[in-house]
């Protein structure tokens, strides 16, 4: 639950190799207003794949378990999730 977004339904994600990886992406079927935009898209906690790449680049996932956020070179911090990050 996101007192933003609102309720996620978590998916698991089955690789070609049969190897299931249990709740690793989510989405919010019915977000709450203001995040409509939201429906019908799911997210991946990259941490959780073998590999995840944009463009060709491999991604840094956000640091924590609890963020999903995939950090490329074009991205630029800092980052919620280091040590020292909570409550900004």
Not at 41 to 50: R, S, T
Not at 56 to 70: A, C, I, L, N
Request: with cysteine.
């Amino acid at each position: 639950m996101c007192e933003f977004k609102g309720t996620a339904q978590y998916f698991d994600v089955v690789g070609a190799d049969g190897k299931v990886a249990v709740g690793v992406a989510w989405g919010y079927p019915n977000p709450h207003r203001g995040f409509e935009q939201l429906k019908d898209h799911v997210a991946v906690y990259p941490q959780q794949m073998d590999e995840c790449l944009v463009d060709g680049e491999r991604v840094t996932p956000q640091p924590g378990s609890f963020y999903g956020g995939w950090i490329t070179s074009d991205v630029v911090g800092p980052f919620k999730g280091t040590p020292g990050s909570m409550y900004w």
